[in-house]
């Protein structure tokens, strides 16, 4: 069958109606393209009637990947309502500030995570399990439903997904019928995606990238869906080849995990044909290209929609891709636009300090908005442009790096640095199989640089490695070296930097130390009193990141 050019979610699950094609794989199971719009004609009838008069159209999804989540998206976009991805990480009144701030009236939910709910005042909040007889009774009055997409419009709401909540509460983006739809359209024509191709969706659905970056173009195409509850590294080849995948999407350390299972002669036996994602870093994406046979596209597009770089074909190894009109990187302080990046013979960056800045937007963008978070909006739209709060530089070509968060700028001695660049120049160690490099507090003013290594250490290698780099700024070496078994991550498998901060270095790990003066890291110990300023000489000289090649 053709892929479909909806204007709306709403026309695309239509579509499916009368495909009885296999559509939609989970554990063992099958369902056709026709049942599962079937099923989310049957829910969108029962939302209809369960949603209060005047309220607003929401209903939280507090659930894993198992096929009542896409039959739920798929059912409120045919009601005209809207979905909010509740993440079950989240806990006690967090998750109920996350529920009630989106104006739920109906969550659904299965019985694995009702624990989580036990003891949280949800008033006007009703729950269905989908895993009881309670839900199947409610069901069974609308079977003879048919998907009809008359009352939605491209304007309605239909996603209200979470983003970091590093810097306070996660905000809830909006994202519409007509944007998921253009998102899902834009994808097929960039990758081909065709009507015989099978999405593995293993990363979490209440995260856009499940949602925009793999259910929506798999949607569009008429694509088959296969679902992992959880990630799993461990299962992941055997899923894919069980079902036939051919696309996936990965987002923060995924692709790491997956390269830490053990090796296999047949890893390149796999049906795999594209992996597209974020945060996979170019020597991971070289490594899972030469083991597994398939190639991993690195894409950038910010959470809210007001951004996105294409990659294209002759992008450089660690760019993201070129400049479209109106992206601008920013001195967020002059408000103009920064240098063009220099780099040495060995392609590692030398004017980091000025080249790096914001990424803007300037032109006219789909942002449409945090729910009922005005002040959040406003410092995204601040001078009428969108204000991407991400770091880039751009090279002489237009190409851009990304260069980390504006969360993640460290100030030390009045020098702003990057924690990315610290990262991507101390992931050479040796002994690291993880680095996050993050800000801790100077006791006198500004900040001092703590990272974070998963591995091995040792102090007289580490501090010898240091010595070594060529493009290690000034201030750039760490002042706290933390050491862990294995890196914190988020849900979605990215680094969990905010608790990183949080503790700092009054943590239950080993922390080593330079103090002030000294070259080499000793143990710290917590009753030495206070933390000494960065001041004195540094066993290193210039700055820079990895090495540039095309």
Not at 381 to 399: E, I, N, P, Q
Request: aromatic share 8%.
């Amino acid at each position: 069958m053709e892929s479909t050019t909806g204007r709306t979610v709403a026309e695309l699950v239509a579509a499916r109606w009368g495909d009885h094609r296999p559509g939609l794989w989970f554990e063992g199971g099958a369902l056709t393209q026709h049942e599962v719009a079937a099923g989310a004609a049957v829910r969108a009838a029962l939302l209809t009637d369960l949603l209060p008069s005047g309220a607003e159209p929401h209903l939280g999804v507090l659930l894993d990947n198992t096929p009542e989540y896409p039959m739920w998206l798929s059912a409120a976009a045919l009601a005209g309502a809207a979905v909010a991805g509740i993440n079950p990480t989240r806990r006690g009144p967090e998750l109920a500030r996350d529920i009630l701030h989106t104006e739920c009236r109906v969550l659904i939910t299965e019985r694995t995570h009702l624990p989580l709910l036990s003891g949280l005042d949800l008033p006007g909040v009703r729950v269905l399990l989908t895993d009881s007889a309670e839900y199947d009774a409610l069901l069974a009055p609308y079977a003879d439903a048919r998907p009809d997409p008359a009352r939605a419009t491209p304007h309605d709401r239909l996603l209200l997904y979470f983003t970091s909540g590093s810097t306070g509460a996660p905000k809830a983006a909006i994202c519409t019928q007509g944007r998921l739809a253009a998102a899902g359209r834009s994808l097929v024509e960039q990758f081909g995606v065709r009507s015989d191709d099978v999405h593995y969706v293993c990363m979490p659905m209440f995260h856009g990238n499940a949602v925009i970056a793999d259910w929506a173009p798999a949607l569009t195409a008429g694509a088959g869906v296969a679902l992992r509850r959880r990630f799993s590294a461990s299962g992941f080849l055997a899923d894919v080849r069980a079902y036939g995948a051919t696309y996936f999407t990965y987002v923060g350390r995924a692709v790491q995990y997956l390269l830490a299972t053990e090796e296999r002669e047949d890893d390149r036996d796999n049906p795999l044909r594209l992996g597209f994602g974020t945060e996979a870093g170019a020597v991971d994406a070289a490594a899972f290209e030469r083991r597994f046979g398939v190639r991993l596209v690195e894409g950038y597009g910010s959470s809210e929609g007001g951004a996105a770089i294409p990659w294209v074909p002759g992008t450089p190894r660690g760019a993201v891709g070129r400049a479209g009109p109106g992206l601008v990187v920013l001195d967020a302080q002059t408000r103009q636009e920064c240098p063009t990046a220099v780099f040495d013979p060995a392609g590692r960056l030398l004017n980091g300090d000025e080249a790096i800045g914001e990424l803007v937007n300037r032109a006219p963008n789909p942002f449409e908005g945090y729910w009922r978070n005005p002040e959040a909006e406003a410092e995204r739209r601040r001078d009428g442009w969108y204000w991407t709060g991400d770091l880039f530089y751009r090279d002489r070509d237009g190409y851009l790096y990304f260069a980390g968060r504006t969360d993640d700028r460290i100030r030390v001695d009045s020098e702003n640095l990057a924690a990315a660049m610290i990262e991507n120049i101390l992931a050479r160690y040796e002994g690291a199989d993880a680095v996050a490099v993050y800000a801790v507090p100077d006791p006198v003013t500004g900040d001092q640089v703590m990272a974070t290594i998963a591995g091995t250490f040792d102090p007289v290698a580490f501090t010898a490695f240091l010595t070594a780099q060529p493009d290690l700024g000034t201030k750039m070496a760490p002042r706290f070296v933390r050491v862990v078994k294995r890196m914190p991550v988020t849900a979605t498998n990215k680094i969990h930097r905010a608790h990183l901060r949080k503790e700092g270095v009054r943590c239950t790990d080993p922390v080593w130390w330079r103090p002030p003066g000294q070259r080499t890291y000793q143990r710290l110990k917590h009753a030495e009193g206070p933390l000494a300023p960065t001041r004195g000489p540094s066993p290193v000289r210039r700055q820079g990141l990895e090495p540039r090649t095309r």
